[in-house]
Nanobody, 117 residues
Framework: QVQLVESGGGLVQPGGSLRLSCAASGSIFSLNTMRWYRQAPGKQRERVAS???????NYADSVKGRFTISRDNAKNTVYLQMDSLKPEDTAVYYC???????????WGQGTQVTVSS
């Protein structure tokens, strides 16, 4: 079973930046489609960004132009660079790995991002 550990969350002022990291265990990281989700209290879970093993990237409209997803296969890590943060970005952010050969989803524990002055 793949283990995912998120880090990098915290409190930031509007307009600030944070970089989230998700470290995956094992040696099959390059076979996973990696996704970042977020969920705010009382709201539906939202897919923020995804990146396939081949490097194809997709963003939610709400974060286009502000967030950047990337992956470092050598470090078994996926990143979410978040710039120009807004209060509405406040949520728990979750890392997700989709292992295509078995269509298995793995989830991290989540990291809290709070955007407030």
């Amino acid at each position: 079973q793949v283990q995912l550990v998120e880090s990098g969350g915290g409190l930031v002022q509007p307009g600030g930046s944070l970089r989230l990291s998700c470290a995956a265990s094992g040696s099959i990281f390059s076979l996973n489609t990696m996704r970042w989700y977020r969920q705010a209290p009382g709201k539906q879970r939202e897919r923020v960004a995804s990146i396939t093993s081949g490097g194809s990237i997709n963003y939610a409209d709400s974060v286009k132009g502000r967030f950047t997803i990337s992956r470092d296969n050598a470090k078994n890590t996926v990143y979410l660079q978040m710039d120009s943060l807004k209060p509405e970005d406040t949520a728990v952010y979750y890392c997700n790995a989709l292992f295509l050969p078995t269509l298995t989803n793995y989830w991290g524990q989540g990291t809290q991002v709070t955007v407030s002055s």
